[in-house]
């Protein structure tokens, strides 16, 4: 039988996408609520930090003296400890280290870095996979959304520019074999995805704040619907954190001095806060790994997940750079010119979240 949550959900904020101030952060909910979950809750929520997990161990396998994210589960000394383990060889219990992120990091050290798809894509379908594998419905089902959005919007930009779809979409769903096989102008998926002709109206949008907020909008309102009538449960409260970290985002982005048109999304693998963490390019990853809810794009990982992880094929590093080199040009543009935006497919992941 499920927890309920009385006084804690009841003692919540109210939240909109509009809030412009908080009181409360993603890593006050660790540090003052957490404790208070049961054993199984916590499982749950820590699905969403492992987000910023997914970016510390890229940045550690990189540089092993790198600073990282503390809203992650695992330290620095623990994560380059579970690294120093897998490189020699050895083997980590499941029980005590997420079983995709031993994989990935196996793979990583094991896989000529010419060979390896890109390591933000596949770190990002082995989140994203465990995560949809949860046992929790609404949980799963959040994770599935996003990857359902970020392959979309990928797809999207891929058709345009004429790269291989196939080649750029991650995980291993229905919805992501029709992308990678179908030659259909909507890929087969409006009567199989709810939100597809949303997607389609938002991959239009030219002004990317417009989009990544459209996208964030998408998102809100779909959680709204998902815990309708899960009133004191842990749905309410993941969600609850879900929406704080976009809010936390924005206002991250409102005080960025250099601000532009570039939103930070969470999601997934991302640095951003989801604030900090996911960068989407321009559309909002979730997810789903640190910082970057990436969702299919990012302006410095071209056609990255900005999720949790990303990864493509090794060839896409020729499609990074010349994404790179449009996100540069694109943020010279003035508002509602006509062009086109790599994450959005346009789109951090969010990710998962990388």
Known sequence: MSSKYYYLVAGLPELTLEDSKLSYTVADFKTEIYSGLSASDQKLIDLFYLKFDNANVLKLLKDKEAEIDKRGNYSAAELTEYISILREGGEISPKEFPSYLSVFISDYLNTPAESMVLQEDHLAALYYEYAMKCGNKFVS?????????????????????????????????????ALRTSSARDFG??????????????????ELVEREKKLD??????????????????????AFLLKLEMIERWISLDNRP??????????????????????????????????????AGSGENGLQFLWPSGGGHAHHR?????????????????????????????????????
């Open 141 to 177: 089902s959040w994770f599935e959304f996003n990857l359902n959005i970020n392959n979309i919007l990928v797809a999207f930009t891929a058709r345009k520019f004429k790269w291989d779809i196939a080649a750029h979409i991650v995980g291993n769903t229905e919805v992501c074999e």
């Open 217 to 238: 909008a998408l998102r809100w309102n779909w959680m709204e619907d998902a815990i309708f009538f899960d009133y004191f449960t842990i749905e309410r409260i993941f």
């Open 189 to 206: 998926l409006s009567g199989e995805v709810d939100v597809f002709e949303s997607l389609v109206k938002i991959s239009e949008i030219t």
């Open 318 to 354: 020729r499609y990074r750079n010349q994404w790179k080199d449009f996100c540069d040009a694109a943020a010279q543009i003035p508002a509602g010119a006509d062009f086109g935006r790599k994450g959005g497919a346009g789109g951090h992941h969010g990710q998962p979240d990388r």
């Open 258 to 295: 250099d601000r532009r048109r570039q939103p930070v999304h969470s999601n997934g693998i991302g640095e951003g806060s989801q604030g900090g963490g996911h960068r989407r390019e321009a559309e909002g990853r979730h997810s789903l790994c640190a910082g970057r809810k990436r969702t």
